[in-house]
Nanobody, 126 residues
Framework: QVQLVESGGGLVQAGGSLRLSCTGS????????MGWFRRAPGKEREFVAG????????YYADFVKGRFIISRDNAKNTVYLQMSSLNPEDTAVYYC???????????????????WGQGTQVTVSS
């Protein structure tokens, strides 16, 4: 098992920034693809960003458009999502996800990830 705990959510004005953190414990964290997803009110959960196990490669949903940066510190068992130029459409619960040991780099589907955090609320006011 991998336990994931997100933090850093909150209320921010449009145009503002937030940094989300996700700290893992339990089974090996460093060897896994990690991802961020979000679920807006009334919508399905969607992929936001992913990162390779070695912190070398990243990939994003199109709607990120250069506004978000995913990174990780394997020594701290932590993955981050730096979000900038936030707009009200970014309002959602944001979830951290850890891949299984066979999850490939580039995975964007929820079913491809094995472990999930409880989520952190991000609210962007206009």
């Amino acid at each position: 098992q991998v336990q994931l705990v997100e933090s850093g959510g909150g209320l921010v004005q449009a145009g503002g920034s937030l940094r989300l953190s996700c700290t893992g414990s339990g089974r090996t964290f460093s060897g896994r693809v990690m991802g961020w997803f979000r679920r807006a009110p009334g919508k399905e959960r969607e992929f936001v960003a992913g990162i390779s196990w070695n912190n070398i490669s990243t990939y994003y949903a199109d709607f990120v458009k250069g506004r978000f940066i995913i990174s990780r510190d394997n020594a701290k068992n932590t993955v981050y999502l730096q979000m900038s130029s936030l707009n009200p459409e970014d309002t959602a619960v944001y979830y951290c996800a850890a891949g299984g040991m066979s999850t490939r780099y580039g995975a964007r589907g929820s079913s491809e990830y094995a472990y999930w955090g409880q989520g952190t609320q991000v609210t962007v006011s206009s």
